[in-house]
Each structure stands twice: as C-alpha cells, then as structure tokens.
C-alpha cells in the first residue's frame, strides 16, 4: 500500500521522525481553520498518488486566511494528470536552509537493507543516481544488526552531509529506521530531508510503501486502506481478495498465480488478442474465489471472451469447474469461456465443466490453442 | 543424480494435523513415492496421523526417524519460527511453501540462516516446492505433469509457469532431473544462481530451462553466470513481456522499475549470455526439444 504524503508523515510522526505540524482537510473550511491554528505562513499541498503536483500547481505558500482559501480553492477539485484532488495537506511553512535526500529499502540482491542519504536531495533522485553516483552514499545493514547513531554518523559525514546536520540527520535516520522495520515498509524515503535556517533538522516530504502481507500485525494501517483510490472494478476485485490490473484489450484474462497470469497476457498477445486485464485469482482458490473472478470480468463491457487458465498445483481442477458453474448461475456473463484446466484434479475439473454442458463453455486442450481461441472469438463479437 | 532431493531425501511435515494443507500435500508427495517419513506438531506428539508418526519437534523427529528435509505450509505469522526451529535442528533442506510472510521476517529469516546455519538450504517462501522425478517431490506440484529420467533441470520464480513448463516438456517425452520452484517472494532462500551452479554441476542435468518474470535484478544475475560458469545449455522464458510498466502484477516479486527489472532488458542480457530465449512457455519446450534432440 501507498501512503499519500500526510499519511507518510503521520507513520513518521509515529516513530519520531519529525515532521512538520499540519492537518489533513477535505473541504476549504477546514483548511482554512488548519492554517488559522498553525500559523502562518503555510504551505497547502494536493494529496495525489501521482508526481509532478507542484508544476501542476498543487503545491502554494498561504501567508493569510484569505490566501489559505484561495490555495485551498484553487487546489482541491484540481486535476493532476487525471488525479482530482480530494485532499490537501496544510502544513506550517518551512525556511529552508539546505535539502539532502534519504531512505531505506530491501536490496533483493544483497538480501540486506540499504539506506541510500545524499547531500543533493530536492531534486530527481535517479536522475543524481545516474550523472553522479557518488553524491549518494550508500550502506549496506544486516537487518539482525540494524542501524546506530554512530553508523548513521558516519554516513552523514560520507554523504558529505554539513557538519551542523550531521547529528541530526543521524538522528532521523535510525528513527526512520525503526519506522522502516517495525513499521514494515517496503520503502521509506524523504525528498527533501531539510536543515531549516535555524538549525533543525526534518522531514518535508514522506514516501512510505507498506507491506501488505505484514497488515495483521497493523491494525493502525486500516484507517489508511482507501479503496475510493482504486478503480471501480479493481476495487471490486480487492474485496474479493483477487489481484486484479486493467488493460486496454477485449480478452478477460483469469488465471492461478502471477505468472502464469502474465505468461497468459503475452500469450493472448502474442497471437494476436489484446487482454483486457490481468486477473490472479492465487494459490489454492476454492470455487467461490473462482465466482467472483468471472463475477468482476463480467463487469467490463470491453470484454469479448474469457480466457480462463488455471494449472492447478494447489488449486484444485474441481474447484476451479465448480466456481464456474457457480458463476454462471448466479451472474450473466454473455462472452463466450475458453477454459483450458492442467494439473492438480484437471479430469474431475473437465469432467465437471462437460456435464454441464453449456455452450458458452469451451474447453481447449492446450494454452496455445485457448489463447488463440480466445482471441478469435474475441475478434468474431468485436 | 539430480539436485537437493532424491529418493534418499526422508521428509518432515512441519506442522501436522490432519485438516492441514501440509497433510493433504504431504500425503500427495507420499503417494508419488516420496520418503514422509514424520510430522512434527507441538500439541500432537506421539500420534500417527495418516500412517505418519507425529513428534513434538524437528530435533527429535530427526532423532527418531533421520529426516533430513522438512515440508512447511504453516501461515505467514507462524512459518518463520518453523523455518528458524528446522535450521536448528540441523535440517539441511528446507522447503516453505507459505505465502504473504512480510518482507522484513524473510529478510531476517534469511540473514539468520546466513549468519548462523549456513549449512541449511531454504527453498522459498511462496514457491510450489520441488521435484526430482521418480525419485521425491516436496510441495505442491502435482507429480503426474513430471517426467523422470532427465536429461533437463528446470528452475523457474512463478509457480504455476513452472508447472506449465514441467508439462510441456512431459508431453514431449523430454525428462527432467529436478524441477525448482524458487517463488517469487522479495527475499528467496534460494536463487537463480544456486539453481543454475547446482545444474551445472550434476552430471546428469544436460540442459537447463529457466524461467524469469519481470521485476528485481535476480535474472540479470543468472545471465551473468550463464555467460561465466555454464556450459550447458539453457533455455529462458520470462514472463511479463507485455505488462505495462510501473504497475504490480500481484507477485511482491513482480515489480518493473526503470529499464532494469523489464521483460525486455532481461531477455537482452539472457540473450547476451548465450541462452536462448522463448517468447511463451510453449516455445521454451520447443526450444528445449531442439536442445536435447542435438544432446
């Protein structure tokens, strides 16, 4: 999960990286009564999942009541390439005296964190990372061993961070750290991190990626689940529990495991279809999951053919049959369903799905052939 | 030969009881001619269940019956203690088919297994297990889409591409020494590279297929090695060539960022290796057919 810039300094605040004082508002008269509280000047800031939000004029400085309304009218409703804003964030305003970058994140590879800090921040840090990739400094941490104040001390100095932040950058990063790792992040980072003209130092941006698969041991994380960000049907398909991504095309792609779901779209591709999504429906999905994988497909009325694909280890052929069924007959699905069914209880699946013996169902013996199939019917009813 | 497993392989359910998904899979591994030889369960001690005797721990289920793989399907907040006890036990193969453990317990899972039981190996999390055909199968893969008798070792990151390679190999009379389903988790125990080393080096495995998706660094890695330490063939496939960038295709795994991690980039340094490279799973089995036919 994605947290939006208020929620990522909210997690922060949690673990004492500190942040500016500031409120969330959804409407001008809170925001107005936000700034009227803090004290001015400050700075009213869009609330979008998306980059780019201060050229498109999310980002404004509000030294009055009547300048905090106006930012906050002319920013909410704002559309930031196709995002409208419903929230901006009111926060008090900042005298910037230098900006550094830093963050924590898995390293796949090394199977070990990495913080990366850099005395250049405020600006596109991949870019930093490509012309000069010695301005970022970078350290290695065993995550039995974690990161102390005089391991960050020694980054900061090597990141050539100025002397009269180093302790306190040293600071934000073993509580950014902590937030990190026992707040379970798949990524912290601040851009920028800011010495402030009278020598403190603190976080003016937060990006905070959560992991997931780490939610029940994170009750707080709730109030940030907002299902209104997701498209209509991809919502549908995160409350079934389903992994759902749209595309452009007219095939409805169902299939068991992440792979073999993309593996599914470059094949329908590859001979000519055009999926229309990519759905997973997991490992070990009973007949129910099955439903309501059909269910959410059949609200697309891009789609012209299904094209389910299931190579069953844990997932049973059975379930996937009866999940079918099921769908078809309590939901109407007009397009035709190509079902190609391999593996685990396959011949109880097939046997299932012939008995019965509808003619939208399909069966085809191989992913290839499915895929063209699909495709050709897809093509038939465009 | 074939690698990590093998019928001399005496496995260990982690986590028995009758209704669990460890004893409808154990009992499948055990029906395909796998060695199951004991469960462990906290709360079961001393009871047979299904034939096969239940201890309190790893350490005296190894005591009692010399296990020396163990098989864990325990839920995500449970299955880093049962990876952790294994490898103090001293098992020196563990297979964990659990999905959804958070990022940061494999991250320190995996530094304690490298820090202090170097000598276990930890295939998975959220992987479908593995195979040696005829010989053991370990996870969820169902026995019948594999083939004994070699001579192709198969290492793939998704599961279920792994099962429809598996298959499209079998259905071409095309066997396979051991079939390796690393997962496609952030913090693997076992990786491309160890897969492809361990390929390399047992002399049965005359060709390799391995099978990449988009997201991470791991297949860049492989290609590297493929290029300094392999000369076997191998035949890649990685899925994910069409999916549009920058969104999360379900696998924590499956992640594009920037140019590296893209089907693309990762088919161009495969390439650049020297591997051949199969636009679908079915092309791989045909690529591999015209591999063996030369052998």
């Known amino acids: 999960m994605d947290l939006l810039e208020y929620q990522g300094k909210q997690y922060f605040a949690r673990y004492g990286v500190p942040v500016s004082d500031g409120e969330a508002a959804e409407d001008v008269e809170t925001a107005v009564t936000a700034a009227e509280r803090i004290g001015y000047p400050v700075v009213v800031k869009a609330q979008v999942r998306v980059g780019g939000r201060g050229k498109a004029g999310g980002v404004r400085v509000a030294h009055s009541t009547e300048e905090a309304r106006a930012a906050a009218e002319a920013i909410l409703g704002l559309d930031i390439k196709g995002h409208i804003v419903q929230r901006v964030w009111v926060e008090q305003a900042t005298d910037i005296a230098k900006e550094y970058y830093a963050s924590f994140t898995l390293d796949r590879t090394a199977k070990s964190h990495l913080c990366m800090l850099s005395a250049r921040g405020g600006v596109d840090i991949e870019q930093v990372a490509e012309e000069s990739p010695e301005a970022i400094a970078r350290l290695e941490i065993d995550p039995l061993d974690g990161i102390d104040a005089d391991g960050a001390r020694r980054l900061a100095q090597q990141a050539g961070i100025d002397t009269q932040a180093i302790d306190g950058v040293a600071g934000v990063l073993v509580s950014l750290y902590r937030c990190y790792e026992e707040g379970d992040a798949d990524l912290v980072e601040i851009n920028p991190l800011v010495l402030t003209t009278d020598g403190r130092v603190h976080a003016l941006d937060a990006k905070v990626t959560l992991d997931d698969s780490a939610a029940f041991r994170h009750p707080e994380w709730e109030v940030w689940r907002d299902l209104n960000a997701l498209e209509p049907r991809e919502r549908l398909a995160r409350e079934k529990g389903l992994q759902y991504v749209g595309l452009d095309g007219t095939v409805g792609i169902i299939a068991n495991g992440a792979g073999l779901a993309m593996s599914t779209c470059d094949v329908?591709?590859?001979?000519?279809?055009?999926?229309?999504?990519?759905?997973?429906?997991?490992?070990?999905?009973?007949?129910?999951?099955?439903?309501?994988?059909?269910?959410?497909?059949?609200?697309?009325?891009?789609?012209?053919?299904?094209?389910?694909?299931?190579?069953?280890?844990?997932?049973?052929?059975?379930?996937?049959?009866?999940?079918?069924?099921?769908?078809?007959?309590?939901?109407?699905?007009?397009?035709?369903?190509?079902?190609?069914?391999?593996?685990?209880?396959?011949?109880?699946?097939?046997?299932?799905?012939?008995?019965?013996?509808?003619?939208?169902?399909?069966?085809?013996?191989?992913?290839?052939?499915?895929?063209?199939?699909?495709?050709?019917?897809?093509?038939?009813?465009? | 030969m074939s690698i990590f497993v093998d019928e001399n392989t005496k496995v260990v359910i982690q986590g028995l009881s009758p209704t669990s998904q460890g004893c409808y899979h154990g009992l499948r591994n055990r029906a395909y001619g796998t060695q199951v030889v004991a469960g462990t369960n906290p709360r079961r001690g001393g009871e047979v269940i299904e034939g096969i005797p239940v201890y309190s721990t790893v350490a005296e289920a190894i005591a009692e019956t010399g296990a020396n793989a163990s098989f864990i399907t325990v839920p995500p907040a449970g299955a880093p203690a049962a990876i952790l006890e294994a490898a103090e036990a001293g098992i020196p193969f563990v297979v964990c088919i659990t999905e959804f453990i958070p990022a940061h317990d494999e991250a320190r899972v995996f530094a304690t297994l490298r820090r202090s039981f170097p000598e276990t190996r930890l295939l998975g999390p959220n992987c479908p297990g593995i195979i040696s055909p005829g010989k053991a199968n370990i996870g969820i893969t169902a026995g019948e889409i594999a083939l004994a008798g070699g001579p192709v070792g198969l290492v793939s990151r998704s599961g279920t591409v792994f099962y429809q390679a598996l298959y499209e190999l079998t259905q071409k009379g095309i066997g396979q020494t051991t079939g390796v389903g690393i997962g496609g988790d952030p913090v693997p125990g076992t990786g491309f590279v160890d897969c492809l080393a361990a390929f390399q080096a047992d002399p049965e495995t005359k060709a390799v297929i391995m099978i990449g998706e988009i997201g991470g660094t791991e297949e860049e890695r492989a290609a590297r090695f493929i290029a300094e330490h392999m000369d076997k063939p191998v035949v890649t496939y990685i899925a994910g060539v069409t999916a549009p960038p920058g969104r999360k295709m379900g696998h924590a795994g499956a992640i594009v960022s920037g140019t590296s991690g893209t089907a693309a980039a990762k088919m161009a340094a495969l390439a650049e290796a020297g591997a051949l490279v199969a636009q679908n799973p079915t092309e791989a089995g045909e690529l591999m057919a015209d591999v063996v036919a030369r052998l």
């Open chain 1, 268 to 382: 329908v591709k590859q001979v000519g279809g055009e999926p229309a999504n990519f759905l997973d429906i997991g490992g070990g999905a009973n007949a129910e999951v099955m439903a309501s994988a059909l269910e959410v497909i059949a609200t697309d009325e891009k789609v012209r053919s299904i094209f389910v694909n299931v190579f069953g280890g844990i997932t049973r052929g059975e379930e996937v049959a009866k999940g079918i069924v099921q769908a078809l007959e309590r939901v109407h699905i007009d397009a035709p369903i190509v079902v190609r069914l391999d593996g685990t209880n396959a011949e109880q699946g097939r046997a299932i799905l012939a008995e019965y013996g509808s003619e939208q169902l399909i069966s085809s013996p191989t992913m290839l052939d499915a895929a063209r199939r699909a495709s050709e019917l897809a093509a038939q009813r465009a």
